[in-house]
């Protein structure tokens, strides 16, 4: 059973910079699209960004497109999320996924199949 771990969360300024890393232990991200989503209180979760396996170009959300970057290392069994120019709407908690979805379906949460438990992002104005 993998477990997804993300660390990097945690208290940002306004227009300042944070990365965030989620590594797949007993398990692997070879073959598998890696994904960030977000969730803040009182909303659903939402899509942020996601990369194939294949080494396509990664999709990301129309709020975060041109400030987020998504990477992963393959060697590591990790996958990257670097937030720059953060906004207070950022704030929320980061969750890093896994899944096997089709293009079409690759900005939703229920292609999914493994989660991680969420790091916190809070961006202060």
């Known amino acids: 059973q993998v477990q997804l771990i993300e660390s990097g969360g945690g208290l940002v300024q306004t227009g300042g910079s944070l990365r965030l890393a989620c590594e797949a232990s007993g398990g692997t991200f070879r073959s598998y699209t890696a994904a960030w989503f977000r969730q803040s209180p009182g909303k659903g979760r939402e899509f942020v960004a996601a990369?194939?396996?294949?080494?396509?170009?990664?999709y990301y959300a129309q709020s975060v497109e041109g400030r987020f970057t998504f990477s992963r290392d393959n060697a590591k069994n990790t996958v990257y999320l670097q937030m720059n120019r953060v906004k207070p709407e950022d704030t929320a908690v980061y969750y890093c996924?896994?899944?096997?979805?089709?293009?079409?379906?690759?900005?939703?949460?229920?292609?999914?199949?493994?989660w991680g438990q969420g790091t916190q992002v809070t961006v202060s104005s």
């Open positions: 996924a896994r899944g096997t979805p089709i293009t079409s379906t690759i900005r939703s949460h229920s292609a999914y199949a493994s």
């Open positions: 990369g194939k396996w294949a080494n396509s170009n990664p």
